[in-house]
Every structure is written in structure tokens, then in C-alpha cells.
């Protein structure tokens, strides 16, 4: 029996550039690293494509960006910061808390910083990935994390004529803080949770904002404030006080799952809060009307804002919902006809979440591209961080892992405790690699695809929580708790694990 080219090497180990090599700096790549640190594993890096941490908070810096999630949850359970100024802090204020953790955690020797990952391909002959850079580096590990995370490649419509636009454009991933909005005349398309956030800071400089709405979404109040002083001072002389309004705000979210993925009915009364906030804050009857969604809350993403209705009251803000039939110099042309004169557009479509990585990033050892094995058949992992056919590589925020009703970085947490018990395992069997079995991954999967058709988000509507397919690859269909309880401990048994010289050997005989 002939030998496979990729075992074509010595059976001698082979010594990587670094154990550990994490892909990204938000925060799924900074816990990852700063818990190898923890466990005492100090031989790993970090790529980053650009020249700063920060991930999407880095990326997004469009006016009005925040979080929907209250910051004393939204943070490191392990790095509590008593000083958030408000409860859903804005962008920068976040992006801060993560060159924080960077800079106490010793972690800028670390990031090698303007450095892409290209390509990553898995060498059966060495259990070692080979990760091609955009600087034309190779550089070697034995474990890969991926820390991109779903929202890191922005969608932009597919509309006749965007290429002909003469003024200008940009994604709200990609603003443009030199452009001057004052007296423009301004198209938005896109309705989603970035639009909410920055048509309100642009409404009020432009002459005129035309909002191209394809589907209302759901939109209720933003319970936010400032943090008041002496609750800083408190949170920081007695932090358990503030691990208390954590875990409030934890479980008060937590609680949310029930209508979302237990009985969906109980949306219904989301629905009627809604109804309600638009009746409040819309005085005009016919707009009250285009702005009522006729799907169930949560079906797609819940949206939430105390200025969004109040900035489409405005006199030179008009809501558009005829579509778009083509887009020219410097118009748009509504499928009613209408030609709409513009000086810019500005694109609120939000990210490729259901397709979050680009073909040829991940080559598993018989050469199969990742991209290409999910675009075929929807993204699947299991518990969203092991890939079967892909040894040693983990994904954080990977697939059926977001949430609609709480923290992602409670989910993040969970992850990066489970991989570390991969490692720890390997390492215990003297072993090179582990890779999750097939037939746990499918049966994992199938029952979850099982438990989504239950919840929300299968009601009827169309979401960017779903393939064109209808598959839904994005979200974990029960409480975080639950994820956490399922991943807190390592099964041996769901994984295969080998070494080296017992794969050469093998397909030498």
C-alpha cells in the first residue's frame, strides 16, 4: 500500500514556530490567549490583519455604535470593569476595555499586527498547521483557533446599476469620517441594528435621508443610563457587588430564552410592547403602519432604541419601503418608478453570518477546503468549535454558537474553557492531534437542527440568521446555561486521537 504525499516525511516530531496560534484579536482571541497564559501554555500567537485589537469594535465606528447587551455583561467575567460610564457603554468606551485586557495581560509581544491570515493547511505528515500569511510568512502550530468571529465580512446588496454610482458610498463597517453630510441629500439601505443606531446621529445634519426599508424590524426601548458615580466607587471597593448586578443582568437575559427557544407564544407579548412603542413614538398613522412588522418578535434579530422612531419623525427623513429597481450616477430608481436624487449611500446590510469564511482559508489533511464543504452544506461543527476532518483546529463564535437573547462572550468563555481540555487530553495521551468523530458531530447537529425548527426563528421569516437553503447555522437554540453545562467538561470518547509515527506507519503497511 502506497503512502498518501502528506505522509511522506519522517516519523521524527517536528518542532512547530509556536504551539498555539489564535486568528484575531476581539474578544474571542484575547480570552483564548490570555486563558493559555493562565494555564500556563505561554507558546502561542496572535495574527491580526490590521494595526490594532479590537476585532469588530475596531472595525465598526460608524456614529451611535454600542452594544445591545449591558456592558457589565459584556465583558470578561474574569476582568470585571466597575468604570463602564453608561449600561450599554458606545464603541469606543468598549474598544478600550479590550487594549485594557491586552495591555494587563502582557499580550502585545504576542499579535503579530498587520498580518493576514491567507491560508491554513493541515500537514498529516507532522500534525502541524501551516498558516500562509499576507506578508508571505509560514508559520507552524500544532492547535489553530480561529477568533474571527460571524460578523467580520459585510454584505452589500445586490442592486442593477451600484457600480455606476458617482457619489459617495460606503458600508457602515467602513465609514467614512471625512465625508461631511451637511446639506447632503443621503440614502440608507438597510433597516438592521447598525442603521438604528447611526441614522439617528445623521438624520439631523443631512437635508434629506431617504431610508430604504425592505422588512420593519422589531424595536423596543433601550433600557440605558448613565452608571452613576457612587455606583463606580461601589463596584470597585466591593467587587462582588458588582459580580451581583452581573449576574442579574445575566439572568434577567437568560430568562428571555423561554420565549425565544422554549414557547414562542410568549413573544406575543413582545409583540404587543412593540406595537405600543411605535403607537408612542410615530405620529403618523400611514408610517405607524410601514413600521409594524407582520412576523413574530425574534424572528429576526430584536432590535433596540430610544431615538431610531423619534429620527424618522423628522421632516427630511423619509421612509421608503417601494424597494429598488437600479441604482444610477447619482439616483436611485424605486421599483414604483420614482427617481430619487442622492449624494451618497450609505449600506446598513449587515455581515455574512451564515458564511463566515472565505474558500481557501482552512485545507483540511486530504486536501478539502472547509468553505467549500459548508457552502455545500450549511456550516457545522460540533458545539460549535470542533470540525470533523479538521485535527487541532477550533473555531470561537463558530457555528449555532450566537445568541438572540444574551452575552456572547458568557459563550466565548465556555468555549475557550472546553479547548483547553482538548489540549490538556492530547497531552495526556501523549498524542498529536484529536479530531471530533463524524457520527458525534452528525448526530450533534441533527438534533440541534431539530430544536431550531421549535423555536422563533423558524416562525415564517427570513433572517440573516439563515442560509438561502433556510438552514439556520448561526444560532444556539436554548439557553447559554445549558452550552455551558454541556461543554464544561470533555468527553475523550467523542474524539480520535493519534500520533504521527501511528498515521505513518499505517499507510506504510
Not at 266 to 279: D, F, P, Q, T
Not at 371 to 398: C, D, M, Q, R, T
Not at 409 to 425: G, P, R, S, T, W
Not at 434 to 459: G, H, M, P, Y
Request: a neutral charge; charged letters at 25%; hydrophobic letters at 35%.
Amino acid at each position: 500500500m502506497n503512502a498518501p504525499a502528506y505522509f511522506n516525511a519522517p516519523a521524527a516530531p517536528v518542532t512547530p514556530d509556536v504551539e498555539t496560534l489564535i486568528i484575531g484579536t476581539g474578544f474571542a482571541g484575547l480570552c483564548m490567549a490570555i486563558q493559555l497564559q493562565k494555564a500556563g501554555r505561554h507558546s502561542f500567537m496572535l495574527l491580526e490583519k490590521a494595526e490594532d485589537v479590537g476585532g469588530t469594535w475596531r472595525e465598526n465606528t460608524y456614529p451611535g455604535c454600542a452594544c445591545d447587551v449591558p456592558s457589565h455583561l459584556y465583558s470578561f467575567s474574569f476582568e470585571p470593569n466597575p468604570d463602564w460610564s453608561r449600561m450599554y457603554s458606545p464603541q469606543p468606551e468598549i474598544q478600550r476595555y479590550i487594549r485594557h485586557c491586552t495591555e494587563k495581560y502582557g499580550l502585545r509581544p504576542h499579535i503579530r499586527f498587520n498580518t493576514e491570515m491567507k491560508r491554513c493547511e493541515f500537514d498529516g505528515a507532522s500534525a502541524l498547521w501551516h498558516v500562509h500569511t499576507g506578508t508571505g510568512e509560514i508559520i507552524t502550530a500544532r492547535y489553530l483557533v480561529s477568533g474571527m468571529g460571524p460578523l467580520h465580512k459585510p454584505v452589500y446588496p445586490k442592486i442593477a446599476g451600484l457600480e455606476t454610482f458617482k457619489g459617495k458610498s460606503f458600508h457602515s463597517a467602513h465609514w467614512d469620517h471625512e465625508y461631511d453630510f451637511t446639506g447632503k441629500r443621503v440614502a440608507v439601505i438597510g433597516t438592521g441594528a447598525s442603521a438604528i443606531q447611526f441614522v439617528p446621529q445623521v438624520a439631523g445634519k443631512v437635508e434629506e435621508l431617504h431610508l430604504f426599508q425592505r422588512t420593519p424590524p422589531w424595536v423596543l426601548p433601550k433600557a440605558d443610563r448613565d452608571m452613576k458615580p457612587w455606583e463606580q466607587k461601589l463596584f470597585k471597593a466591593l467587587p462582588f457587588l458588582q459580580r451581583l448586578f452581573r449576574s442579574q443582568i445575566y439572568l434577567r437575559m437568560e430568562s428571555r430564552a423561554l420565549g425565544f427557544t422554549v414557547n414562542p407564544k410568549l413573544m406575543n407579548k413582545i409583540a404587543e410592547m412593540g406595537r405600543k412603542y411605535i403607537a408612542s413614538q410615530i405620529d403618523d398613522p400611514a408610517l405607524r403602519e410601514k413600521l409594524t412588522p407582520d412576523y413574530m418578535p425574534g424572528c429576526k434579530r430584536l432590535l433596540i432604541s430610544n431615538d431610531y422612531y423619534a429620527a424618522l419623525n423628522r421632516a427630511n427623513v423619509t421612509l421608503e419601503t417601494d424597494g429598488i429597481k437600479e441604482v444610477r450616477a447619482s439616483s436611485i430608481i424605486t421599483n414604483d418608478g420614482r427617481e430619487i436624487e442622492v449624494d451618497a449611500i450609505i449600506y446598513g446590510t449587515g455581515f455574512e453570518a451564515a458564511d463566515p469564511i472565505n474558500p481557501g482559508q482552512f485545507i483540511g489533511p486530504d486536501g478539502k477546503d472547509l468553505h467549500a464543504h459548508w457552502e455545500k452544506n450549511g456550516a457545522e461543527a460540533y458545539y460549535g468549535i470542533s470540525v470533523s476532518g479538521y485535527p487541532n483546529l477550533f473555531f470561537l463564535s463558530g457555528p449555532n454558537t450566537g445568541l438572540g437573547h444574551n452575552s456572547i462572550i458568557f459563550m466565548i468563555e465556555a468555549q475557550v474553557n472546553y479547548i483547553l481540555q482538548c489540549l490538556d487530553e492530547v497531552e495526556k495521551r501523549g498524542a498529536d492531534m484529536l479530531d471530533v468523530r463524524q457520527n458525534v458531530q452528525d448526530a450533534f447537529n441533527e438534533k440541534l437542527q431539530k430544536e431550531i425548527k421549535t423555536t422563533v426563528w423558524s416562525s415564517g421569516c427570513t433572517s440573516w440568521y439563515q442560509r438561502e437553503d433556510g438552514k439556520n447555522t448561526t444560532l444556539w437554540p436554548s439557553f447559554t446555561m445549558r452550552y455551558w453545562h454541556e461543554t464544561r467538561r470533555l468527553h475523550p470518547n467523542d474524539y480520535a486521537f493519534s500520533k504521527v509515527s501511528e498515521k505513518i506507519a499505517l499507510a506504510a503497511d
